[in-house]
Structure formats: structure tokens, C-alpha cells
Nanobody, 119 residues
Framework: QLQLTDSGGALVQTAGSLRLSCAAS????LGWFRQTPGKDREFVAA????????YYADFVNGRFTISRDNAKNTVYLQMNSLKPEDTAVYYC????????????????WGQGTQVTVSS
């Protein structure tokens, strides 16, 4: 069974940077989602197991980069030019199939890590 452990969230100022990490057993298709109170969990980015194919939500607009190191069983989300609206709990997620940006198609989730961007 896949196990995910995400980390790296913190309080950062507007325009700052953070790198989130997710330790993942196996080599599934991996993604990042985020959620704010009262809103649905939304897709942020995803990466294929080889790391060749990467997908991003429109709001990312070149600010975030997803990557993975299979030797370390870890996926990263480098977030630059952070904005207050990026404040959310970020979740690493995994699925056995190919690309999806749908929350309900991911069967495995990390515990979440809080990212807060101050204005």
C-alpha cells in the first residue's frame, strides 16, 4: 500500500519561495493538491513516474515546478513568487494510473502541510 508523507509548509512573505516534499513508496503517478477552508481540494501539479510528463493548473502560471527523485522516492513542489491566495493546506497525492487532475481519482494522500503567505 502506498504511503505518502508530505512536509515543507511554512509561513512566508509575499513573493517568497518554498519547497514542499513528499516521500512516496513505490513509483506511482504523483500530484499536489491544495485546499482552503470552505473550498474543494484543487489540483496544483502532477508528474509521471519517470518525471518526463508534468502538468500544472492554470493558476500556477510558471511559478511552481514539480519534480521527483525516484532514487529517494520523493516528489517536490518548488513554489516561487508566492501570493497570499496561495495560502492553503497542500496535499501530496498518488494514483496507480496516468495523468488526472481530479481529486477523486487519487486514492492515496499525505497528511497535508500548511503553507501561509503573508501580505
Amino acid at each position: 500500500q502506498l504511503q505518502l508523507t508530505d512536509s515543507g509548509g511554512a509561513l512566508v512573505q509575499t513573493a517568497g519561495s518554498l519547497r514542499l516534499s513528499c516521500a512516496a513508496s513505490g513509483r506511482p503517478f504523483l500530484g499536489w493538491f491544495r485546499q482552503t477552508p470552505g473550498k474543494d481540494r484543487e489540483f496544483v501539479a502532477a508528474i509521471s513516474w519517470q518525471g518526463v510528463f508534468r502538468y500544472y493548473a492554470d493558476f500556477v502560471n510558471g511559478r511552481f515546478t514539480i519534480s521527483r527523485d525516484n532514487a529517494k522516492n520523493t516528489v517536490y513542489l518548488q513554489m516561487n513568487s508566492l501570493k497570499p491566495e496561495d495560502t492553503a493546506v497542500y496535499y501530496c497525492a498518488a494514483r496507480e494510473g496516468g495523468y488526472s487532475d481530479q481529486r477523486n481519482e487519487y486514492g492515496y494522500w499525505g497528511q497535508g502541510t500548511q503553507v501561509t503567505v503573508s501580505s
